[in-house]
């Protein structure tokens, strides 16, 4: 199963050769992170595509495809683009069109929907960025190195694990489904069979999950795991390379936010 939203593409992008793939974990979770507090601060429309550009030329650096890139951002982005989406209808202001049955557009809303989209643009492409740079147990880590309570890191560690557990195993029932020939869209069986083969699906998934989550529990009881236990991190230091990259982030972001004040853009 190769689809957008594979788990394992995403562990296929994150171990490539690049300048960025080399940069210490937290310098990369630190600086996306300041990306998208900045773009959710803004509100200047003109700021955003300028940091959307840099954010390309970044992907342009770290060699990632940018039609698979976007195709991640274009998958995640109807789950809250459907808010932008919907602004123009409802925010009050001076209305620039008029359609049936009353449905009225305002340029107020028209603009704070632009605005919404485009945050939330620049905020996913950092969020696909920051996947395709970093091993999911490299972001683990980097968020304990950070001060990440204990119990926090080891559920994100645990999820991290699963989430790769739960596509396998969906893979394997999925392909265990095709080669029967089910096919949950095939209009030739009834709507209430197919739900009823979805339902077998889940509940199938919820309990080899409940079995093999028992079994990863005991493996880690019998290997000394217990409330005091520890994650392992790796002690490196910030390198060069690592500081000249939060120094040129940070001083681009800056410039942006003095060139909006000073009305040159």
């Known amino acids: 199963m190769n689809g957008v939203g594979s788990v394992s593409e995403l562990e296929k992008h994150s171990i490539k050769e690049s300048a960025l793939h080399h940069l210490d974990g937290r310098v990369k979770l630190i600086i996306l992170l300041l990306i998208i507090v900045y773009a959710v601060y803004t509100t200047d429309l003109l700021v955003l595509v300028v940091m959307e550009i840099y954010l390309i030329a970044l992907l342009f650096v770290s060699h990632l495809s940018f039609k698979e890139s976007f ?79 204990r119990e926090f890191a080891m559920i994100f560690s645990l999820f991290i694990r699963y989430l790769f557990m739960f596509y396998d195993e969906l893979h394997r029932i999925m392909h265990a489904q095709k080669s029967r020939n089910f096919d949950i869209f095939n209009k030739k069986t009834t709507y209430l069979w197919r ?21 990863v529990y005991f493996s880690m009881l019998s290997r000394g795991y217990s409330e005091n236990s520890e994650i392992y991190t790796d002690k490196n230091k910030l390198a060069s390379k690592d500081f000249f990259f939060i120094g040129v982030t940070i001083s681009f972001i800056v410039c942006l936010e003095f060139l909006k004040y000073t009305t040159i853009l």
Request: charged share 10%; hydrophobic share 50%.
């Open 71 to 149: 195709k991640r951002v274009l998958f995640i982005l109807p789950f809250g683009g459907a808010i932008a989406l919907f602004q123009p209808f409802i925010h009050p202001g001076t209305i620039i069109y008029t359609g049936p049955l009353g449905i009225s557009i305002t340029y107020q809303g028209l603009m704070f929907g632009l605005l919404l989209m485009s945050r939330l643009v620049v905020s996913l492409t950092c969020i696909v960025l920051l996947s395709s740079l970093s091993p999911m147990q490299e972001v683990v880590n980097s968020f304990r190195r950070l001060g990440m309570p």
């Open 195 to 215: 739900m009823k083969q979805l339902a077998y699906t889940i509940a199938m998934m919820f309990l080899r999950s409940y079995e093999r989550g028992e079994t």
